[in-house]
Structures are given as structure tokens and as C-alpha cells.
Nanobody, 121 residues
Framework: QVQLVESGGGLVEAGGSLRLSCAAS????????MGWFRQAPGKEREFVGN????????YVVDSVKGRFTISRDGTKNTVYLQMNDLKPEDTAVYYC??????????????WGQGTQVTVSS
């Protein structure tokens, strides 16, 4: 079993930055692939990027490339989503996920509770 706890969400103005954290427990972090998703009201959960167990820097989708980066710190069992130059369309609940790999929610076994990110224009 894996427990995931996200933090770092909040309200920010367009152009601002936030760093989301996802702390994992219950299983060796170094063996976990981790993913980030987001879900805006009325929309499906959307893949943002992922971090392989053996990679320091993660992959992000084209729509956020150049603004978002994913990294992980094995000493803290934590994966991060650094979000810069935020736009109102980035407003969503952000979730981290673990135990799978890919761009579909069903490919991941474990989920955090989500953290709200709101970007004002």
C-alpha cells in the first residue's frame, strides 16, 4: 500500500508560480513511478506528466512544457511539480499518482487527495 499526500496548492495571479509536493509513504519510493494529473471543473482528469523511478527529471506534456517541470527527491520520498508562468487555464485540482506509468488515470494504482490550484487573470 502507498499513501500519497499533496501540498502546495493555492491562489496565484496569472504569471505566478507554485510548487506542488507529493510525499509518498508505505513503499520504497525509489521503486515508484509517479504521475501528475489535473482535473478542471466539468472536465476529465488530464495527464500532466510523470517521473520514472530511475529518473531525476520527469516528462511533461507539450501543453505545459517550458512552464512545468517534475523532479523528485529520494531523501524526502517526494516528487515535485514546479509550475511557472501560470495561466487561468491551469486552474484545476492537481493529483499525484503512483504505481503505474503512462498517461491514463487507470494506469495508476494509488492516488493522493488532490490540491486546488486557482490562477486568477
Amino acid at each position: 500500500q502507498v499513501q500519497l499526500v499533496e501540498s502546495g496548492g493555492g491562489l496565484v495571479e496569472a504569471g505566478g508560480s507554485l510548487r506542488l509536493s507529493c510525499a509518498a509513504s508505505g513503499r520504497t519510493f525509489s521503486s515508484l513511478n509517479m504521475g501528475w494529473f489535473r482535473q478542471a471543473p466539468g472536465k476529465e482528469r488530464e495527464f500532466v506528466g510523470n517521473s520514472r523511478w530511475n529518473g531525476a527529471i520527469g516528462y511533461v506534456v507539450d501543453s505545459v512544457k517550458g512552464r512545468f517541470t517534475i523532479s523528485r527527491d529520494g531523501t524526502k520520498n517526494t516528487v515535485y511539480l514546479q509550475m511557472n508562468d501560470l495561466k487561468p487555464e491551469d486552474t484545476a485540482v492537481y493529483y499525484c499518482a503512483a504505481g503505474g506509468l503512462g498517461s491514463l488515470p487507470r494506469q495508476y494504482f494509488y492516488w493522493g487527495q488532490g490540491t486546488q490550484v486557482t490562477v486568477s487573470s
